[in-house]
């Protein structure tokens, strides 16, 4: 449907197990990013990552790590997580640099932490 | 700092119907771009329509346009022939002009369409 897909779709993990994330990007981009979706809340960003360069960390607590080995692909690697961090985990990817800078989203992650 | 207000969490419209969603943002910027993206049931985030605040002329998309009122900080979306499919989750969002390339987003409006 769009050029940014993630997997897994869901996922449940226990607060003990380490996981990741990936979102892959066909769209030529030069920027990347990780949000998360909570209900009643506004899309929160994590991380953005510019030319494979992590530009901002958004007082994103440790257990979650993001990596980025090339413009084509974003990892976010979880660990320890807690109950609150169930969320929807949406990747994006734009042209950055561009006079408008548009934003495309993969379908997202929903994640369960047990 | 920026800050994005969707005051209607849910809205319902008829088919074929028109209906507006209203977006109101907080800024000192001069130079900003404004977003609606629309996340239908399957989750995907699609852009709806852009506009840049230096542009008087506000934006078109086939059914979907804009009313930019820069001096009152609005942004509403107006859905015209309102069709099933448009049924989703509205989300509003602002971009800081310049470089950078953080996006700041309401908390969404989710339109009901009954036919």
């Known amino acids: 449907e769009t050029g940014v897909t993630q997997t897994p779709r869901h996922l449940v993990m226990g607060m003990t197990n380490k996981k990741s994330l990936k979102c892959e990007q066909h769209l030529g981009h030069n920027a990347m990013y990780w949000y998360k979706q909570s209900a009643k809340k506004p899309l929160e960003l994590m991380f953005v990552y510019n030319f494979k360069e992590q530009t901002e960390n958004n007082s994103v607590p ?53 | 700092a920026q800050t994005v207000t969707q005051s209607q969490p849910e809205m319902s419209v008829q088919e074929a119907e028109t209906v507006t969603l209203s977006c109101t943002y907080d800024t000192s910027e001069s130079d900003y771009y404004l977003f609606w993206y629309k996340q239908p049931p399957s989750r995907q985030m699609i852009l709806v329509i852009r506009q840049e605040a230096y542009k008087q002329q506000n934006a078109t998309e086939n059914r979907f346009s804009v009313n930019f009122q820069k001096a009152a900080k609005s942004f509403s979306l107006k859905i015209s022939d309102s069709q099933l499919g448009d049924a989703a989750m509205y989300f509003c969002a602002y971009r800081r002009g310049g470089a950078t390339n953080k996006l700041i987003f309401g908390t969404g409006t989710l339109l009901a369409v009954q036919p």
């Open chain 1, 62 to 114: 440790s257990r979650f790590s993001p990596e980025c080995p090339n413009s084509s692909h974003l990892f976010l690697h979880l660990h320890t997580l807690q109950p609150e961090d169930s969320a929807l985990y949406l990747c994006a990817s734009s042209q950055a640099g561009g006079s408008i800078d548009t934003q495309y989203f993969g379908p997202g992650t929903r994640l369960t932490v047990l």
